[in-house]
């Protein structure tokens, strides 16, 4: 199947500063690529819709000046948590589509932990 | 809108169990049905899937029958292993363009 990576897998900040995570598509170019926030007791909430070439589509109560996201290429999504604060610590997760979008099935990044200190 | 619900966890069983974990789902149309799972520390990866009614999803000895009748997808399993302890999500998808909608998983731990 399709891979999806994801860097970093785990990164540590300081309240304040900015964190940039990346997803890429190693085998595939995917027009749109998703992003997820994992809470603690695992439940997945889709954050946004991240487009080629065009604006992100931001799911409802998400702040889109807080996660920025940019799709610049057909293999490269970047996720980018502005400003950070301890409550913004999570498991972030992208995923994306093959071409042609098939049945709907998703490939999924390895996760990147985020800790805000 | 679309939406699914899975049984709560946690479930815990014995090595060798039957395993059942329920999900329904609400949708327009006829939607893709997935059920993905998370091992600890890592990401998500497709269990099986279902794209049409009757349809059975099987991979690693799980299985799941899209039932439309009772808009249903539940996953099970004749005789679990220890490895299989994770998390399990029902998801289902309305197009292939459209994003995917998650349950709020199943953490599933099971004893040697």
């Known amino acids: 199947g399709a891979v999806v990576s994801q860097h970093p897998s785990r990164v540590i900040c300081k309240s304040g500063t900015s964190v940039k995570i990346e997803c890429r598509s190693l085998?595939?170019?995917?027009?749109?690529m998703f992003w997820y926030r994992q809470f603690p007791k695992q439940s997945l909430m889709l954050m946004a819709t991240s487009n080629e070439g065009s604006k992100a589509t931001y799911e409802q109560g998400v702040e889109k000046d807080k996660f920025l996201i940019n799709h610049a290429s057909l293999t490269l999504s970047t996720l980018t948590v502005t400003s950070a604060h301890p409550e913004d610590s999570s498991f972030y997760i992208c995923s994306a589509r093959e071409p042609g979008g098939g049945t709907g099935e998703l490939f999924f990044g390895e996760g990147s932990r985020l800790t805000v200190l | 809108g679309n939406s699914v619900t899975q049984m709560e966890g946690p479930v815990t069983l014995s090595e060798e169990a039957f395993l059942t974990i329920n999900c329904t789902y609400t949708?327009?149309?006829?939607?893709?049905l997935f059920w993905y799972v998370q091992y600890p520390g890592e990401g998500l990866q497709l269990l099986l899937k279902a794209t049409k009614a009757d349809d059975k999803g099987s991979n690693k000895g799980f299985e799941a029958t899209y039932r439309k009748e009772t808009t249903s997808f539940h996953l099970e399993k004749g005789s679990v292993q220890v490895s299989d302890s994770a998390v399990y999500f029902c998801?289902?998808?309305?197009?292939?363009?459209?994003?995917?909608?998650f349950g709020s998983g199943t953490r599933l731990s099971i004893r040697p």
């Open positions: 998801a289902l998808s309305s197009s292939s363009a459209s994003k995917i909608i």
């Open positions: 949708a327009t149309g006829y939607p893709s």
């Open positions: 085998d595939f170019q995917a027009t749109t």
